[in-house]
């Protein structure tokens, strides 16, 4: 009887430090989800794999002077355009970087060389926003005035061909998409979704943000969100893209791969979280890069087209040996080596446009190369048109 009683009081300490260690790191908030997940069975054929690059692309972090600014700017804008000439996806496109450049950070200097960059093909720029106690009509001027601003002075961010409405990705500073934080800080608006279709954002691509508690329930899918004008983080939940599906409610949600990496467990024992991060402390590895190709995330119906979106905040120091050495160099060579085979794998490097663009023609029904598919929806920025 004292043995039962001994082992019962050890299941129940298990059970309360497991649960602990879930909350130290968020993870109740998306890991059931994630778990029973099912994964799709794939038909005959390739798989394509559509590689897209998201930069919180931050000149000014840490509050430092123009000259450090000018310096991270111009290491960008030489040693990306070097490393990325060495690579190729299978339609000839070498790596696509997505710079979403804040709008409080704004210097017409680092945008023109931003641009000049996009414009000899090596990426697109979209926008990105830190902000605090925010208001509804404050949010829709600073959008606006930006929106414009980079469209006018630098050649970014495609037209709608229909409405002629200036149309952009979108990541929010500090992860707190739709006022998601608990404790309310960096952003301020409930009807944030509501007020980025308004303006022009064609789709939002700021998740995973896990261990932050701004992580969503919903992992590894690409979803429309429907805003709740009277609570936060709406997008918790949506209606998942499908093809012959259509457009519904807010907003698009494009999230990155979300999961447990067993390969790289802390002290040999814990899996870390695998959040789409890269930068030094969490190099792109072979294994990390198996593991968003695993991932699977898709538009449902067309599971033979894949998406991969990962992340990072390149102008960090510390961060762009990685970014931009022989790490990401690696990262470049196992995908075009193991995933661009044509046979089995057909790989595919991406804008953040593109994606949406793609994922709107699996929507659409389009089938076969998505290589065709990259201008669907939205055209290129003038920056980047033929």
């Known amino acids: 009887m ?18 602990l260690a879930l909350r130290a790191r968020n993870m109740q908030i998306w890991l059931w989800g994630y778990l029973t997940r099912r994964r799709p069975e794939l038909k005959d054929g390739p798989v394509h794999v559509m590689f897209c690059f998201v930069d ?3 000149p000014g972090w840490g509050k430092v002077n123009l000259d450090t600014q000018r310096a991270r700017v111009d290491r960008w804008c030489r040693e990306y355009r ?7 996806d299978a339609d000839g496109v070498p790596p696509q970087h997505s710079f979403f450049y804040p709008e409080e950070e704004y210097a017409e200097e680092h945008l023109n060389k931003l641009a000049s960059l996009c414009a000899d ?4 720029i979209e926008i990105h926003l830190h902000h605090d106690n925010d208001t509804p009509d404050n949010f829709i001027a600073t959008i606006d005035r930006f ?21 952009f990705g979108f990541i929010h500073g500090n992860w707190s998409l739709d006022n998601s934080r608990a404790d309310g800080r960096w952003c301020g608006i409930n009807n944030e979704l509501i007020l980025l279709r308004e303006l022009g954002c064609y789709a939002d691509f700021t998740l995973p943000s896990a261990p932050s508690d701004t992580q969503t329930s919903t992992s590894n899918a690409i979803y429309y969100a429907t805003d709740d004008p009277h609570g936060c983080k709406s997008h918790d939940k949506g209606v998942p893209v499908r093809v012959g599906g259509r457009a519904s409610g807010d907003l698009m949600i494009v999230q990155g791969p979300l999961g ?3 390969r790289e467990r802390r002290w040999g024992i814990i899996p870390r979280i695998e959040n789409s991060d890269v930068r030094k402390a969490c190099p792109p590895t072979p294994s990390r890069v198996d593991a968003w190709v695993q991932a699977g995330i898709h538009v449902e119906g067309r599971p033979e087209w894949i998406f991969i979106k990962v992340h990072t905040h390149g102008t960090q120091e510390r961060d762009m040996d990685t970014l931009l050495g022989e790490p990401a160099d690696a990262m470049y060579t196992h995908l075009e080596t ?3 085979d044509g046979q089995n794998y057909v790989l595919h490097y991406v804008t953040a ?8 023609a699996a929507e659409a029904g389009k089938n076969g190369d998505p290589n065709r598919w990259r201008d669907f929806s939205l055209p290129p920025p003038p920056n980047r048109a033929p």
């Open 2 to 19: 004292t043995a039962l009683i001994v082992v019962i009081f050890l299941l129940i300490a298990f059970a309360v430090l497991l649960t």
């Open 56 to 58: 919180h692309f931050e």
């Open 82 to 88: 070097q490393m990325a000439e060495r690579h190729r």
């Open 121 to 124: 093909g090596y990426g697109e």
């Open 147 to 167: 929106n414009k601003l980079l469209h006018e002075r630098h050649g970014a961010l495609p037209a709608d061909p229909v409405t002629g409405q200036l149309r």
């Open 260 to 262: 447990l990496n067993w």
């Open 338 to 340: 193991r995933y661009n």
């Open 353 to 360: 446009r593109e994606t949406y663009n793609i994922i709107k």
